[in-house]
């Protein structure tokens, strides 16, 4: 909804010059009617299916492909992206009109599929594909790395690339240094990255669409803080840009910390990627970082020239709900502008998914994988985590209602629990509210319980 996938641009940009292939772009969101996107489909009677399959697409894709397969029995289907990290050997046994599956950077083996694509037979040379083969047995040829990231034909030369979403996604890193166990980079190796000079050459050509928002995909902004520096003088070239970032707290220099301070209001949207503020979670979790470190930097939120936003993950081992609460009470302490709390899931060729057992997580089979039950939080529990979540969307990330709510929780150590438990038994912590309601609801609940804050 807000930006596109890079995937089509990606690959397309690498071999638009081959005019051998005719491009066709069926692009539709999960709500929309299946019958109307395979009906588009199939007016193009494609050679070649491709898609990327994500988390939230995984299940409409294959209604999709399953009935245009049976409409379209001589084409070949391929999908790719995060859903294939893992052992495909399942997915393909299961959904046998999909050819094959690509599992890692597509941008150098994509186009070698594409020259034999009609011929199985040398499928065996592609890296990162995996098919089942005329026997019926599984074929499975690693994962694909793209080697030269800096020498790829950016995204944005591509008749594909989407300048219509209010964001702009910009891929400055490829691979990440850390090693959490629940990510999908975890596992990227090598770091990859783009020259200060090729960065300032795209985002040249994104300033002149008169784009607003980038969100620079960069896994770990600050790990060299070297480059992030020469990165926050590039951007500053940009002054009506506003750049998305994400951060690691616990890796922040004091030169780092100064250079933030000094950016020119709303140049930065920082993510501060915080997961949880227990030791032993975060080294469970096998996150490189000091939570002292992380501490120290979380007092990015105090700064007024840009925003902060911290994130917590919910059903990671060793995390309990008690420890959730105290969580959002410390970093409302800090001031960060949005608490996100999320619900933990188990992605597809992540550690935390092949040692789900040993650490004694239950999870969803299905997409999205989301943890259902762990040692440390139960089913009940990890409901209460999800209405806590609602509750901070509803009223400490609204701008409208944040600075009430956070004053409400820094002075009364039981607030947060009691208006839960309101929303929860007045059935209205699931339902969509617009803004003056959420207003009213807080008033009333005050009036009952904090009479003294009525006023503000």
């Given amino acids: 909804y807000a930006h596109s996938s890079l995937a089509l641009p990606a690959l397309h940009a690498q071999i638009a010059k081959n005019n051998s292939v005719k491009w066709e772009i069926v692009s539709a969101t999960i709500n929309e009617n299946v019958g109307m996107i ?3 489909i199939y007016r193009h009677q494609p050679d070649i299916i491709a898609a990327t399959t994500w988390l939230f697409n995984h299940e409409q894709l294959l209604h999709i492909t399953a009935r245009l397969k049976a409409l379209l029995p001589n084409s070949c289907f391929i999908l790719g992206g995060p859903e294939f990290l893992g052992n495909n050997e399942d997915f393909l046994h299961k959904n046998p009109f999909i050819d094959c599956v690509f599992r890692g950077e597509g941008e150098e083996a994509f186009p070698q599929w594409l020259s034999c694509w009609n011929q199985p037979e040398k499928w065996n040379s592609i890296p990162g594909l995996c098919y089942m083969n005329p026997q019926k047995q599984y074929i499975d040829n690693g994962i694909a790395r793209v080697l030269n990231f800096s020498r790829l034909v950016p995204p944005e030369n591509s008749s594909f690339f989407n300048w219509s979403k209010p964001f702009v996604q910009l891929e400055t890193t490829r691979g ?11 596992g990227e190796k090598p770091v990859r990255t783009l020259s200060l000079e090729a960065t300032r050459k795209r985002l040249d050509v994104i300033h002149q669409h008169g784009i607003k928002n980038v969100r620079v995909l960069d896994r770990t902004f600050n790990y060299n803080n070297k480059r992030a520096k020469e990165l926050l003088n590039l951007f500053r070239e940009y002054p009506d840009i506003c750049f998305h970032l994400e951060i690691h707290p616990a890796l922040l220099s004091d030169e780092l910390k100064q250079e933030l301070a000094t950016l020119p209001k709303r140049l930065l949207h920082l993510e501060a990627g915080i997961q949880s503020l227990r030791e032993n979670v975060l080294e469970q979790s096998r996150r490189i970082g000091k939570l002292s470190d ?3 930097g979380l007092n990015l939120c105090s700064l ?13 081992p060793l995390y309990h709900l008690s420890e959730i609460f105290d969580d959002v009470r410390t970093l409302a302490e800090y001031g960060a502008g949005e608490i996100q709390l999320e619900s933990l899931k188990l992605l597809p060729g992540t550690e935390m998914k092949r040692r789900a057992d040993e650490l004694g997580i239950q999870y969803s089979p299905l997409p999205p994988y989301e943890v259902l039950q762990t040692r440390e939080i139960s089913v009940d529990e990890l409901q209460t985590a999800h209405y806590l979540s609602r509750l901070l969307d509803g009223f400490y990330n609204t701008p409208t209602w944040r600075s009430i709510t956070r004053i409400l929780i820094l002075e009364n150590p039981h607030f947060i629990h009691e208006l839960l438990d309101h929303l929860v038994q007045t059935d209205v912590i699931d339902t969509p509210l617009s803004l003056e309601k959420r ?3 807080l008033y009333d609940f005050c009036k009952n319980h904090y009479p003294d804050y009525l006023t503000q």
């Avoid at 990440?176 to 975890?186: H, P, Q, R």
């Avoid at 020239?305 to 993950?313: P, Q, V």
Wanted: with cysteine; glycine share 10%.
């Fill in 304 to 316: 007024e020239n840009m925003e902060t936003h911290a994130d917590l993950i919910a059903g990671l």
């Fill in 439 to 441: 207003g009213l609801i």
């Fill in 176 to 186: 990440c240094f850390n090693t959490c166990a629940f990510c999908v980079s975890g």
């Fill in 38 to 40: 395979v009906d588009e």
């Fill in 294 to 296: 992380a501490l120290a």
